[in-house]
């Protein structure tokens, strides 16, 4: 079982909706959860980091953890063709490494 | 430009050759990370150190691979007798504290032949 899994995509949204993106982990004791944009070619630059159960918003952005259900997402409102990249979840466990998701390749269309 | 820089940007080495790379962290940044990255991929931890101390290493991460951050500011990341599957983008990343954000640098881009 991977540490992070992510669906692959696709995922291609009109431009102005909402892109949904989702994430599960597989160590319950997992520390912190991040959100990382790449675009094609360029390094991961990070959009979110979340630490407690709950909703964290910042702009068009909402990251949204249940550890519960060991699951993480990320709401990108008002999706924009700028936002069209691949979108990496990372989470670091009790060991202080990090881990990363395979990444969901997102498509605006205008 | 994230202030993190990587060093080269691109490598291509005959196999069994070994190559080194550089990571020149953000100045005030006590953490520093490295990581490899193959197409369609995530980045795959590999390792990271605190100051110059190596606190973590990859269990996946092959006796060839060896990283040294020797005065606690700039890293390097050697693969000695290199191999095809060695060929990835090799990613450094630092950051101020275990909670802080990780800056990623641009990337050392390895083939191997």
């Known amino acids: 079982q991977k540490e992070v899994e992510q669906n692959s995509g696709p995922l291609s949204v009109p431009e102005g909706a909402i892109a949904s993106l989702n994430c599960t982990y597989s160590?319950?004791?997992?520390?912190?959860f991040f959100w990382y944009r790449q675009y094609s070619g360029k390094s991961p630059e990070l959009i979110m980091s979340?630490?407690?159960?709950g909703d964290k918003e910042d702009g068009r952005f909402t990251a949204q953890l249940n550890k519960a259900s060991q699951y993480v997402s990320l709401l990108i409102r008002d999706s924009q063709p700028s936002d069209s990249a691949t979108y990496l979840c990372?989470?670091?466990?009790?060991?202080?490494?990090?881990?990363f998701g395979t990444g969901t390749s997102l498509t605006v269309i205008p | 430009d994230t202030g993190v820089s990587q060093d080269p940007r691109h490598k291509i080495t005959k196999r069994g050759q070994n190559v080194t790379f550089r990571c020149d962290p953000i100045s005030e940044h006590n953490r520093l990370y490295w990581y490899r990255q193959t197409l369609g991929q995530g980045p795959e931890f590999l390792t990271y150190f605190q100051n110059e101390a190596q606190l973590e290493k990859s269990r996946l991460l092959s006796d060839r691979f060896s990283a040294e951050r020797p005065k606690g500011s700039f890293s390097t990341l050697e693969i000695q007798r290199t191999e095809q599957g060695d060929s990835a983008m090799y990613l450094c990343?630092?950051?101020?504290?275990?909670?802080?954000?990780?800056?990623f640098g641009p990337g050392t881009r390895l083939l191997v032949l």
């Open positions: 160590d319950r004791v997992s520390q912190s």
């Open positions: 979340i630490y407690s159960n």
């Open positions: 990343a630092s950051s101020l504290g275990v909670e802080e954000t990780q800056y």
């Open positions: 990372a989470v670091r466990n009790t060991g202080n490494q990090f881990y």
